[in-house]
């Protein structure tokens, strides 16, 4: 069998969209965003099936770039970027195919897309640093312009928040880039050759390539004292823009997290500060969060609390807190994106987000309501969803790694189911009084549900699938 | 191949004799459109020759005064296309067209004498002929572009004295002026008459290239200037004075790199921060344009300031690039101005007005800003390393918070650009139209691809520093 140059494919199909998407109208515009998002999936979930057939996953391309610098356009596919290829192509799927709950400017959510699809794709598959900060900040700027264009109200000053944010922890990255460049023996951007003669840079100089790094990762994650651009950004972007940001553009920063605790042998030294750090994070946004009315903000602040739990598993070093944080990252790029979609449908159908204006949204709309009963439950770690699996390893790694106190930020997360029940019972299944409806769902977002519920629940009860690959 | 050589060195002079035939009987006969077409042809003929024997790597003295040789040539073929941009924009919007072909040709000579001088008296006369010629073009269109002219000529010519000055300090250790270190004795270093003439002579390119304490003639000149007179101001004589800067520095000055790498440092982060925070007060666009463009003169210090071959290869690609993005962003600026849209509050909902508008302007203010893949993010990383490489860490970090700042500014311009409104389309200039799209082919292009024009940097680099 030939083998194709599958990451090369996957990355010519958006720029090919893109570049159809600029010339054709609104509605072919959408088509091709959807075929190239589908295209996109099923060439990740074969590689996902190859994977498990053969029992493992390894495949490398290389291009040449800057010869002078040593610079080659470096692509790699492991477990992990396998994981992230398949979470961030399903959510880009269901983006392209529901997302856009308030059915305008097609063709420039359609070119939006495809740029974000190509640096979804770039960076996840990058095994080289340069690499992945070019499709870093392709990803940065595309999600500037969906906050930016696609809003609602307030969102120029969002964007601008946004963008200033994410700047900066692209600038930290840059500068972490090249002083790994320079203070590496070797020169080079290679990925696995930085990780091969870390140990070689003083501890000095690794702990400020260190510091500048997670710096870097931690605005895009978002952790507890940087994290003021999310909430803005969440309320004020589109449908789409919103199950992007949080599904996707959140994960870069944990990708690189995991990338920079495997690269640098003193990471470990700092591993409890940023345990700390992480579920201060995540009581911090889950204490926000239950002050929060309305039902985007509620999603939006979700994200930080599950992203500080991300990083304590990230942070405990070990492999299951590692591929538990993996699969979180993966259980919450599906389940974040499909809360953000419900919560889209539901400001369609209703007109309104604020949980004490939404009435007995279960008797007109009872699919969205069901599945949003669903994905709340899923996204607190209910067993049989991918959330239950990601919770047991990370936690379980947690514990290895930090004794009891690492289950703490367990905490957050029940409280956090705590009182998504409570805004589920308080304005979703009271039967005595409805909101009013405007409109109807559509059997686009209908689909777009069952694309993400299918793969919340196939990683849910077939967890094996993955966790065989990596052997813990 | 040293025939095809020697042709083409004749055949480019030729070509810049027919720059000033052209411009006489332009003027004289009033002749816009024939003007035009014959100083663009000839423009885009001397960038063809010497592109292809930078190619052919030729190198030679020719005249025993014109030093032709990979990096002169390299600055002839990217002068030639500047000027060509700038001639596309000024063609359909300066008011006495015909008048400008014979100051271009001025101009190019000025330029070209800079680039291929053999001592530092043809850069001293290279760069007078172009601040006279440049004082004129400001004047062009008016009595209202008085205080513009008046201000760029007396600092200009206080440059100029200051570099008479600094070359009547060097006289008595090289009689012949010469663009040449072997010419000084490395072991009289120390001496103090060469030390200020050494700063003399970073004061004298400082008003030129606009650095910190020496800029406070740019914002005036650079909007009271009709725009397309901007362009060239920014794309053009700027690069050359950094040309020239770089010649004297690197040839003359080369054994005292330690001390002037010190100083263009400071003066690197002086201007960066002096032009980027400006710039974030600014309602005006094209004066904020003006201050970005001080802003980036700081970053192609950074490489000067390292004193490698690699930084000097970075500044050698971030001229080529920033000559290109600033020409693009002024050529919007400039067709804007015809509408009447001046202030970033008139960009608002230009998006909607003409789209290809608000997407190349966005381009060219993401690659100035140093976002990837455009060429402003490969010559920023070019210039970046190099300073990391030297050791000078600090000033690489400075100069990635400065880009940081730059975002938001530019960041205002897109906001308000993107605003959604339905109001009447604007059609583009087609002359302002091409500049554009070659511009935004380059960016992008060599954004995307930056290894031809790195490797021509670095044969550039190298040549001038004598290595291999």
Redesign the interface.
């Known amino acids: 069998m030939i083998m194709l140059p599958l990451i090369l494919i996957m990355l010519v199909i958006p720029i090919a969209a893109l570049v159809l998407a600029i010339l054709m109208n609104g509605t072919k515009a959408r088509k091709v965003i959807i075929g190239s998002t589908l295209i996109n999936m099923l060439i990740t979930l074969s590689i996902f099936v190859s994977s498990i057939l053969s029992g493992s996953v390894s495949i490398s391309e290389q291009y040449p ?5 040593g610079v080659y356009l470096g692509f790699r596919i492991n477990v992990i970027s396998m994981v992230l290829l398949i979470m961030s192509s399903v959510v880009l799927f269901a983006t392209a195919l529901s997302g856009n709950v308030e059915k305008e400017h097609h063709k420039l959510s359609s070119a939006l897309i495809a740029l974000f699809q190509l640096a979804a794709v770039g960076l996840f598959t990058s095994a080289n640093l340069f690499v992945f ?2 499709f870093w ?2 990803g940065v ?1 595309a999600m ?2 969906m906050i ?2 696609l809003g609602s109200a307030n969102r ?1 000053a969002a ?2 928040n946004f ?2 944010y994410e ?2 922890a692209s ?2 990255l ?2 972490g880039i ?2 790994i ?2 203070f590496t023996p070797v020169h080079s951007f290679d990925i696995s050759v930085i990780t091969s003669s870390a140990a070689l840079i003083p501890a000095g100089k690794q702990s400020l390539i260190f510091i500048v790094l997670f710096l870097a990762f931690m605005i895009n994650m978002p952790l507890f004292p940087m994290h003021f651009w999310l909430p803005d950004a969440h309320t004020e972007a589109s449908t789409q823009g919103s199950m992007l940001l949080s599904g996707i553009l959140t994960k870069f920063g944990a990708f690189g997290m995991l990338m920079l605790f495997a690269m640098l042998p003193i990471s470990a030294s700092y591993s409890v500060y940023i345990a700390v750090l992480a579920a201060v994070s995540a009581f911090y946004a889950v204490f926000l969060l239950i002050h929060q009315t309305d039902i985007k903000r509620i999603i939006a602040y979700s994200t930080i609390v599950e992203m500080g739990v991300i990083m304590l598993g990230i942070s405990a070093g070990n492999a299951f807190g590692t591929y538990g944080a993996v699969f979180a990252m993966l259980s919450h790029g599906l389940t974040v994106a499909l809360m953000f979609l419900l919560v889209g449908v539901i400001k369609h159908i209703f007109g309104e987000r604020n949980i004490f204006a939404l009435k007995g949204t279960v008797m007109k709309a009872p699919y969205t309501t069901y599945i949003f009963i669903i994905g709340a439950l899923a996204m607190i770690g209910f067993p049989l969803t991918s959330g239950f699996i990601a919770d047991v390893l990370l936690f379980i790694g947690s514990v290895q790694a930090f004794g009891v106190f690492g289950v703490v930020p367990l905490a957050a997360l029940l409280l956090m189911g705590a009182f998504l029940y409570y805004v589920i019972s308080k304005s979703m299944l009271s039967s005595k009084e409805y909101s009013k409806t405007v409109d109807y769902v559509a059997i686009e977002q209908k689909i777009g549900y069952g694309v993400l519920l299918f793969f919340i629940f196939i990683y849910g009860i077939l967890p094996f699938a993955i966790l065989n690959l990596v052997k813990i | 191949m040293f025939q095809i050589g020697v042709y083409l060195f004749g055949f480019i002079i030729s070509c810049i004799a027919g720059l000033i035939a052209t411009g006489i009987y332009s003027y004289f006969f009033k002749a816009k459109r024939n003007g035009f077409i014959l100083s663009a042809a000839l423009l885009i003929l001397i960038a063809i020759a010497s592109s292809y024997l930078l190619v052919i790597n030729y190198s030679m003295v020719e005249l025993g005064i014109i030093r032709i040789y990979p990096f002169s040539l390299l600055f002839v073929a990217l002068f030639a296309i500047a000027m060509l941009l700038v001639n596309m924009l000024s063609y359909s919007n300066a008011k006495d067209y015909p008048d400008l072909p014979l100051l271009f040709g001025f101009s190019f000579i000025g330029a070209f004498a800079v680039a291929t001088a053999v001592s530092i008296l043809a850069v001293f006369v290279g760069l007078e002929l172009l601040t006279i010629t440049t004082s004129f073009m400001i004047l062009l269109e008016g009595k209202h572009r008085i205080e513009a002219a008046v201000k760029f000529f007396l600092l200009g010519s206080i440059s100029i004295a200051i570099f008479a000055f600094a070359l009547s300090m060097l006289l008595p250790y090289d009689g012949q002026l010469a663009l040449a270190a072997a010419t000084i004795n490395p072991n009289i270093t120390g001496i103090l008459l060469l030390l200020i003439s050494m700063g003399l002579f970073i004061a004298a390119f400082g008003f030129d290239t606009a650095l910190f304490p020496f800029n406070l003639w740019v914002p005036d000149v650079y909007e009271g200037a009709p725009t397309n007179i901007t362009a060239m101001l920014a794309g053009f004589n700027k690069k050359v004075a950094f040309v020239a800067m770089i010649e004297v520095f690197f040839l003359v000055f080369f054994a005292y790199r330690s001390s002037f790498s010190e100083v263009f440092a400071v003066l690197a982060v002086l201007t960066m921060f002096f032009g980027n925070l400006v710039a974030l007060a600014q309602k005006n666009v094209k004066r904020m344009f003006a201050y970005s463009s001080i802003a980036q003169a700081g970053y192609i210090l950074v490489g000067i300031a390292t004193a490698s071959q690699l930084g000097l290869e970075a500044s050698i690609f971030y001229i080529i690039a920033h000559s290109f993005m600033i020409i693009g962003a002024f050529a919007i600026v400039l067709w804007l101005e015809s509408k009447n849209i001046k202030s970033i509050d008139d960009y608002t909902a230009l ?1 909607s007005r003409n789209r290809f508008a608000a997407i190349a302007l966005t381009i060219f203010m ?1 690659s100035m ?1 140093g ?3 455009l060429i402003g ?2 010559g920023k ?2 210039l ?2 190099s300073a ?2 030297s050791g000078m ?1 600090l000033l ?2 400075i100069g ?2 400065n ?2 700042i730059s ?2 500014y530019y ?2 311009v ?2 308000s650009m ?3 409104k339905d109001e009447k389309k604007i059609k583009m200039d087609h002359y302002v139209m091409v500049v554009v799209i070659i511009v935004v082919a380059v960016v992008i292009l060599f954004g995307i ?3 031809p024009m ?2 021509i940097a ?1 044969t550039a680099s190298k040549a001038i520093l004598g290595v291999s």
């Open positions: 770039y800057i010869s002078s610098f900060f070019i900040d392709i700027i500037f312009f930016n264009m120029k964007a601008t963008l200033i700047i900066f600038s930290m840059l500068l090249m002083l460049y320079f | 998006g993401l800003a976002i990837p893949p993010f490969a990383f070019l970046f390393s990391i490489s860490v690489a970090i990635i918070i880009s940081f975002i938001y960041a205002k897109m906001n993107y605003t959604m691809y930056p290894q790195i490797s670095a």
